[in-house]
């Protein structure tokens, strides 16, 4: 299969806040733009500019010769792939064509996205998974970090539409190989956002003007994302998702449990998780990261 606007259609399960920009990009480059999504609300625009409505994932899936997931939680993920209900015929597994593509950019588990590549394997087809990193901006502009596992003839095949979508793409191993790397992704998170919170508060409680200390110190050894943009947001009292504080706590738990599994004890990642439910639980769960700020600086 070659990957291109005059011959391949391209399905999108789960249009939110980063799957609307990334179908957007897609769209705009002129591939026939299918989706499906919990609620048809937020496939709107996407409608309104093209894009064909599918009513379940497997219909969408027997349009399309790339299929790509950007849900919720692992749970999610199942239930688009395999069925609901323990109904496979619902699921997008079930009529996925020979020779098409499903690619899950879900964050989820490394054990989940082995599954699906062997049953995408068994249907003459194939199966990525190709979790992202750079939050609402990176989405909308188009410099989203890509971490893909799987099948290294299925990558470049489809290689055309990742670049669409994000900036530094790499194929980083076997099926799972994505989603271990989307963990280390989130545990190194973990413990910058506590500690851009942290440094922050501290300002606060000085009498720093932190404009000005964010300036500084973002153009040193402290810069990047979660102080350049986040920080700025903490700063700002701009504390709407760009990427939910209860999504963060999930992909905790699951870095967690691989650590586990490995025989790693990381207890940074530990008392993140512990810090970011103890916020949820305060009413911080639809939060952006960034909002774990309020409960520092009050502390």
Known sequence: MTVSPDSTHVGFVGVGIMGRSMAGHIQAAGYPLHVTTRSRDKAAPLIEAGATWHDDPASLAAACDVVITMVGYPADVEAVYFGVDGRPETGLLATLKPGAVAIDMTTSAPSLAQRIAAAAAERGAAALDAPVSGGDVGARNATLAIMVGGDAAAFETVRPLFDLMGQTVALLGPAGAGQHSKMVNQTVIAGTI??????????????????????????????????????????????????????????????????????????????????????????????????????????
């Not at 409680?205 to 050894?221: C, P, Y």
């Not at 504390?239 to 870095?255: E, L, N, Q, R």
């Open 194 to 299: 506590l500690g851009v919170a942290e440094g922050l508060a501290y300002g606060q409680r000085a009498g720093l003007d932190l404009e000005q200390v964010l300036g500084v110190i973002g153009g040193g050894a402290a810069g990047g994302f979660q102080l350049n943009v986040l920080g700025k947001r903490m700063v700002d009292g701009d504390f709407a998702p760009g990427f939910y504080v209860h999504h963060f706590i999930k992909d905790m738990g699951i870095a967690a449990g691989e650590a586990e599994r490995l025989g790693l004890d990381l207890e940074v990642l530990a008392l993140a998780k512990t810090l970011f439910e103890r916020f949820a639980a305060e009413g911080g769960r639809e939060d952006g990261t960034q909002g774990i700020y309020k409960m520092i600086a009050k502390a």
